[in-house]
């Protein structure tokens, strides 16, 4: 192995884009405004209480939404959803026009969540903090809704599919 040296941005993406990951949509009501973001960075951190972990790019209007109004959706997409994947990565746009907007039931809060997706966990913000370019969420889940299917898989900068091989699902206990 060669010496650590100063890594440019290009490179990070480029190495980090070998981890495949699943591809979610994270929505949030700002008063009236439903605003929303894809993303792939998404992770479990708790199951008791349930926790996780997602990060938003800093000063976008979908992460200064969830801050404020302390309280979002993370909509995990299927297996045939990209063009909802590229329509809430285009920043500046209006992600909400033409899509039946629905709202997930959040106690006495409403979040809006992406028709047909794969599952929806809707959350309150735990704590946030910068990180680089970036605000890392962790949110308590507090509703759940998920149906079968195959999520939307991303690496390499390409989206794809995840495939049955076969074994059967393997079950961690720690």
Same mark, same amino acid.
């Given at each position: 192995?060669? %010496?650590?040296?100063?890594?440019?941005?290009? &490179?990070? =993406?480029?190495?980090?884009? @070998?981890?495949?990951?699943?591809? %979610?949509?994270?929505?949030?009501?700002?008063?009236?405004?439903?605003?929303?973001?894809?993303?792939?960075? #998404?992770?479990?951190?708790?199951?008791?209480?349930?926790?996780?972990?997602?990060? #938003? &790019?800093?000063?976008? @209007? &979908?992460?200064?939404?969830?801050?404020r109004a302390g309280r *979002?959706?993370?909509?995990?997409? !299927? %297996?045939?959803?990209?063009?909802?994947?590229?329509? $809430? %990565?285009?920043?500046g746009a209006d992600h *909400?026009?033409?899509?039946?907007?629905?709202?997930?039931?959040?106690?006495?809060?409403?979040?809006?969540?992406?028709?047909?997706?794969?599952?929806?966990?809707?959350? &309150?913000?735990? =704590?946030? *903090?910068?990180? !680089?370019?970036?605000?890392?969420?962790?949110?308590?889940?507090?509703?759940?809704?998920?149906?079968?299917?195959?999520?939307?898989?991303?690496? !390499?900068? =390409? $989206?794809?599919?995840?495939?049955?091989?076969?074994?059967?699902?393997?079950?961690? $206990?720690?």
């Amino acid at each position: 192995m060669s %010496a650590p040296t100063s890594v440019d941005p290009l &490179t990070m =993406r480029r190495t980090i884009g @070998r981890f495949a990951t699943g591809v %979610a949509v994270v929505t949030a009501l700002d008063g009236d405004e439903p605003h929303g973001m894809t993303v792939n960075s #998404l992770t479990s951190v708790s199951l008791e209480p349930p926790l996780l972990l997602v990060c #938003l &790019t800093t000063g976008a @209007r &979908t992460t200064d939404a969830v801050v404020r109004a302390g309280r *979002f959706a993370v909509n995990v997409l !299927g %297996a045939r959803q990209e063009e909802i994947a590229l329509r $809430f %990565a285009r920043r500046g746009a209006d992600h *909400f026009d033409g899509l039946p907007l629905r709202y997930g039931d959040h106690g006495e809060h409403e979040v809006p969540v992406v028709p047909d997706a794969l599952a929806h966990l809707e959350c &309150t913000v735990d =704590r946030h *903090f910068e990180a !680089g370019d970036h605000v890392v969420v962790i949110g308590h889940v507090r509703q759940v809704c998920d149906r079968p299917g195959a999520p939307l898989a991303f690496l !390499g900068g =390409r $989206f794809g599919d995840l495939t049955e091989r076969g074994s059967e699902p393997v079950h961690w $206990f720690f």
